[in-house]
């Protein structure tokens, strides 16, 4: 009787609080009640929750917990980066002045090859899904052929993510080093600045993170979503039915880094920069943390996450900067002792809790006809 | 003796000479030896199961019975030594291959996926799905939901349709991994210790159960109940420190010395 009403009941939660996210909060801002400052930070979490929701479908759904999803992320970020920056200010014969002012050279400066592509807009775009796509197909292969799992995967994705991080702060590899992409001015034509665009980004954010959601729903209700439980359960076991579990690792593997590098492409012109710091260890293991305190294996608690988690560090940054340390520190040791089913954990418990009280009166009720 | 007299079929009857072995065994074992950090956990010269043959294996401890199925689901590769299967050699296959070869396994602690429903873990069980898109964009076979329903039904876990396995007693998880091996319908079940932590009723069942698919199936039985082992009244093999100690009835057996001294007597 319940699975299906149930199933009706969170799919129209879902459906609200995402129509919450796109015609809600702009009508809040077209009222004047918040700012376009705030419609824009919104705009950037909900990028990071993009991130989370590819990840919980990786660790929550197949356990494998991944620590590069922020190299994925810089990979989109980059990929739209470098589109801005080819339209920002130019330097020199043509150079894009974010480039120019890392370069050793002050004359005889070219543009790499590689940052040719970058110019167009729908290649940019494309290859903000395709690259981190083709690391994590690789990453993938050689990993999960060879059976690398639990922690060791975690440290071998760790170790990737750091040498990524070393070679994109190198000036030499012409990715602007540890400046990062800057002067961002203008995305497909029109001005970064303007109230309207930063508007249009939310929207768009908000529809991805939409789109996001859908696919990773998808995935995690077919055949397919059982057998990466399965996977999570007992990888051993299911070779012995017949399955070969690295393709259905791989596939994961690299959904999640196409979603990843989505979140990425929507988080650089929101945030007006993009740096290797989002490469670092720091931003792996935070967007964990937005999924653990979320729970796992639930999707929207990913978006809970890191949409609850990104507000409180802005919040209190923003009252007691010096306590945020202590509050994440609190928040990961919490859920990991007190909540390992995180925030979606405490809800349904809440929810049974209320849902047995109605119940047990709704017998009373009953009973009391009955005597009547 | 009856057993000896097997053990010279095998030397005359194996692939190494016989391309008309298959005609008689499905699964035939030459010359394996399984050597760990120096020890040789399993030495075998030549052992054959024949075509829909129920064959127990027994033997105490650390003789190799595990090691024996390991070997022949390609999840250990022999040091030396060829398996056959089904008119062909194995030896190099991977599990994965060797599964769709037709060769299936329940292991010593019934392996199910604890996150699934019974139901869930049946419907993976189902042969001819194991590929990724079909699965991705695929929707659940329902013809074969009859079949699912009527194997738990004889097992007594048509109740536990939709409960997580985590949630099943000990009994069921054993009666679950043994439907499991049921639905994937493979020519050879590989079954390790069906009847550990039974109950005397759900032993009877087992057995019961295991002789029911002898008709169309071929078995390894691994167990150490030997009231079970009575129960299958069938062919077995005695393995002592990796070695075939013996070959034979169970009443047979009883009267070799050597077994007693092994194994049996105490």
Known sequence: ?372 | MKHTQRIEDYKNDSPKFSRLWSERYLLFLEEITAVFDGFKALDIEALGIEHNELRVIIGPNGAGKTTLCDVVSGKTRPTTGSVYFDDAEITHESETEIVLLGIGRKFQTPTVFDSLTTYENMELALPGHQKLWPNLFGRAPAVERDRILEILERVGLAEELNREAKYLSHGQRQWLAISVLILSNPKLLLVDEPAAGLTDAETALTAELLLELKTDHTLIVIEHDMDFVRRLDSFVTVLNEGQVMAEGTLSKLQENEEVIEAYLGR
């Open chain 1, 1 to 372: 009787m319940t699975k299906s009403t149930q199933n009706l009941r969170t799919g129209i939660a879902g459906i609200s609080v995402f129509l919450i996210g796109l015609i809600g909060i702009p009508v809040l801002y077209f009222v004047g009640i918040i700012p376009i400052e705030t419609v824009n930070m919104l705009g950037r979490y909900m990028a990071f929750a993009i991130v989370a929701v590819g990840l919980d479908l990786l660790w929550g759904y197949t356990g494998i917990l991944s620590l590069c999803q922020a190299f994925f992320f810089a990979l989109g970020g980059y990929a739209m980066g470098m589109y801005l920056v080819h339209h920002g200010p130019l330097d020199g014969d043509g150079i894009p002045r974010a480039l120019y002012v890392v370069s050793s050279e002050v004359t005889g400066l070219t543009l790499p090859w590689f940052w040719k592509p970058f110019k167009y807009f729908p290649i940019a775009f494309l290859l903000g899904l395709a690259l981190p796509g083709i690391v994590a197909l690789l990453i993938g292969y050689f990993g999960f052929i060879s059976r690398v799992r639990g922690v060791y995967f975690a440290i071998l994705t760790q170790a990737i993510t750091v040498a990524a991080w070393l070679i994109f702060c190198l000036n030499n590899m012409k990715l602007c080093g540890t400046n990062g992409l800057t002067n961002f001015v203008t995305i497909a034509g029109f001005e970064l600045t303007h109230p309207n665009v930063k508007l249009g980004l939310y929207v768009s954010t908000v529809l991805s993170l939409g789109f996001a959601y859908i696919i990773c729903r998808y995935v995690a209700n077919s055949r397919l979503g059982r057998i990466l439980i399965a996977i999570r359960d007992n990888e051993n076991q299911l070779r012995f039915l017949g399955y070969k579990p690295h393709l259905f690792k791989m596939f994961v593997f690299v959904v999640a880094a196409m979603i990843g590098g989505l979140g990425g492409m929507l988080y650089a012109p929101q945030m007006g920069i993009f740096t290797p710091e989002y490469m670092t260890a720091k931003w792996s293991i935070l967007m964990v943390i937005w999924v653990a305190v979320g729970g796992r294996g639930t999707l929207s608690g990913a978006v809970l996450g890191a949409l609850v988690v990104n507000l409180s560090y802005n919040f209190i940054t923003s009252k007691a900067p010096d306590y945020w340390l202590f509050v994440q520190g609190t928040l990961f040791i919490g859920v990991v002792l007190l909540f390992p089913d995180g925030l979606m954990g405490i809800w349904k418990r809440l929810a049974m809790r209320i849902g047995n009280r109605l119940s047990t009166r709704e017998q009373v009720e009953i009973s009391n006809v009955d005597v009547a």
